[in-house]
Nanobody
Framework: QVQLVESGGGLVQAGDSLRLSCAAS????????MGWFRQAHGKEREFVAG????????YYADSVKGRFTISRDNAKNTVYLQMNSLKSEDTAVYYC????????????????WGQGTQVTVSS
């Protein structure tokens, strides 16, 4: 079992930056692909970014491409989401998720989830 804990959310203004962190514990972090998802109020959970093991491949939703960067520090069992040029439409609860080996853009492909961290962007 892998436990995931997100942090770094908050209230910012449009154009600002935030960095989310997701710390993993429990089973070894190795071999896990990681993903960031978000869910806005009243909407379905959507894929934001993904990174494979050990971190050579990354994937992004079109809506965040060029603004967000996903990365991982395997020595610290942590994955990050650097979010720049934030927009009001980025407001959502952001979730970290893990699955073995390969990334996926589909939430139901992931076996382990964090509790989420709120990001609110005011315009």
């Amino acid at each position: 079992q892998v436990q995931l804990v997100e942090s770094g959310g908050g209230l910012v203004q449009a154009g600002d930056s935030l960095r989310l962190s997701c710390a993993a514990s429990g089973r070894t972090f190795s071999r896990y692909a990681m993903g960031w998802f978000r869910q806005a109020h009243g909407k379905e959970r959507e894929f934001v970014a993904g990174i494979g093991w050990p971190g050579l491949t990354t994937y992004y939703a079109d809506s965040v491409k060029g603004r967000f960067t996903i990365s991982r520090d395997n020595a610290k069992n942590t994955v990050y989401l650097q979010m720049n040029s934030l927009k009001s439409e980025d407001t959502a609860v952001y979730y970290c998720a893990a699955r073995e080996v390969t990334t996926s853009t589909r939430p139901h492909d992931y076996d382990h989830w964090g509790q989420g961290t709120q990001v609110t962007v005011s315009s």
